[in-house]
């Protein structure tokens, strides 16, 4: 897929990884719909960036946890850039506790925010790419979700789901040219991390990261646009994550 011209819809487009896949993708020449819940400094940030390389930048205000909301970020992206080309769904947050001690309402809002609204936002986008003939989506997993680690049960399973809804969706649009992929960074640097101790980080660094380094929302940013724009990749997940997931010790 060319950039130059297409529609790009990222759900958490205001911060993070969000935002840096909004930036990367303006850069080569897409139009910008981001999500957020609020409009803030961090949005006039994005936008400013993603105006310096002359794209437009949408706010759509909107929690996706909410499946009319989901539906209407796609509507409203139609309605005020032309269609959707490229969906990102990089809206979510951590979900700490292990089965005994995450609440119930808690593990149902995690579905709710990182697999029911990527039902429902592919089920509103992908009709508008088949009349384009083509689309690409990116869902945005976790390493999280392609091992076993300990402490948060729930946002491994949310995480986990969503390789293989991409797959299944793959399958099925495939003959429609319309590509989905999943991305699953390690750790990367973001507020996401925000109540990390610094006795972690260097434990990460020193013992669970084969490069020793974390990573940064522009490195994974990189490889959403690579998923993007490379036609001939479908139903694969790939990992952005320093070598972390491919380690036995």
Same mark, same amino acid.
């Given at each position: ?33 981001? /999500?957020?819940?609020? !409009? ?5 940030? /994005? ?6 390389? !002359? ?14 909301? @989901? ?11 032309? *269609? ?21 309402? !808690?593990?149902?809002?995690? =579905? ?7 039902? =429902? ?14 689309? @690409?989506?990116?869902?945005? *997993? ?18 986990? @789901? ?19 992929? /999943? ?8 507020? =996401?991390?925000?109540?990390? *101790? ?42 952005? !994550? ?8």
């Amino acid at each position: 897929m060319i950039l130059k011209g297409k529609i790009a819809l990222i759900t958490g487009g205001t911060r993070g990884i969000g935002a840096a896949a909004a930036i990367e993708l303006a850069q080569h020449g897409a139009n910008i719909a981001i /999500v957020g819940r609020s !409009d803030d400094a961090e949005v006039l940030k /994005v936008r400013k960036q993603i105006e310096k390389h !002359d794209r437009r930048c949408e706010l759509i205000l909107a929690d996706v946890v909410i499946p009319a909301e @989901a539906v209407r970020c796609v509507e409203e992206t139609s309605a005020r850039l032309g *269609s959707v080309d490229v969906l990102i769904h990089s809206a979510g947050g951590p979900v700490p506790g292990g089965l005994l001690e995450i609440s119930p309402e !808690d593990w149902m809002h995690a =579905f709710d925010v990182h697999v029911h609204a990527a039902f =429902f936002l592919c089920r509103a986008a992908i009709p508008l790419m088949r009349k384009r003939g083509q689309g @690409a989506i990116i869902l945005i *997993s976790s390493a999280a979700g392609l091992r076993g680690c300990p402490g948060n049960t729930c946002y491994q399973t949310v995480k986990g @789901a969503l390789p293989q809804f991409a797959r299944a969706l793959a399958r099925d649009f495939a003959d429609d040219q319309i590509r989905i992929n /999943v991305v699953a960074p390690g750790i990367i640097r973001t507020g =996401f991390h925000s109540a990390m *101790s610094e006795e972690t980080r260097d434990h990460n660094i020193a013992n669970r990261i084969p490069l020793h380094r974390e990573g940064t929302p522009e490195q994974v940013a990189s490889l959403i646009r690579e998923l993007v724009t490379n036609d001939f990749i479908t139903g694969e997940v790939v990992s952005v !994550d320093g070598g972390m997931t491919m380690r036995i010790c």
